[in-house]
Nanobody
Framework: QVQLVESGGGLVQAGGSLRLSCAAS????????MGWFRQAPGKEREFVAA?????????FYADSVKGRFTISRDNAKNTVYLQMNGLKPEDTAVYYC??????????????????WGQGTQVTVSS
């Protein structure tokens, strides 16, 4: 089992920045990729970014955040970060951290992630 705890959400004005953190515990040696997803009211949960957990530092981004958000990891701290710059009102959502253990599954699909955090609210005012 893997436990995930997000932090760092909050209220920010458009154009501002926030950094989300996701601390992993438990059987972290089983993790293959870590991802960030978000869900706005009335919408489906969507992929934001992902990073390989061990070995190479491959990263993946949704087109909507490419160039504004950066995902990174610190394996010594078992933590993944999402640096969000140039925030827009449409970035408002609950942001979730997720972990998957299957190296063959596609990082952008929510259903391949068995482990999820509780979510952290990000609100961007215009």
């Amino acid at each position: 089992q893997v436990q995930l705890v997000e932090s760092g959400g909050g209220l920010v004005q458009a154009g501002g920045s926030l950094r989300l953190s996701c601390a992993a515990s438990g059987s972290t040696f089983n993790i293959y990729d870590m991802g960030w997803f978000r869900q706005a009211p009335g919408k489906e949960r969507e992929f934001v970014a992902a990073i390989s957990w061990s070995g190479g530092r491959s990263t993946f981004y949704a087109d909507s955040v490419k160039g504004r958000f950066t995902i990174s990891r610190d394996n010594a701290k078992n933590t993944v970060y999402l640096q969000m710059n140039g925030l827009k009102p449409e970035d408002t959502a609950v942001y979730y951290c997720a972990a998957k253990t299957d190296p063959r599954s596609i990082v952008r699909i929510t259903t391949v992630y068995p482990y999820w955090g509780q979510g952290t609210q990000v609100t961007v005012s215009s």
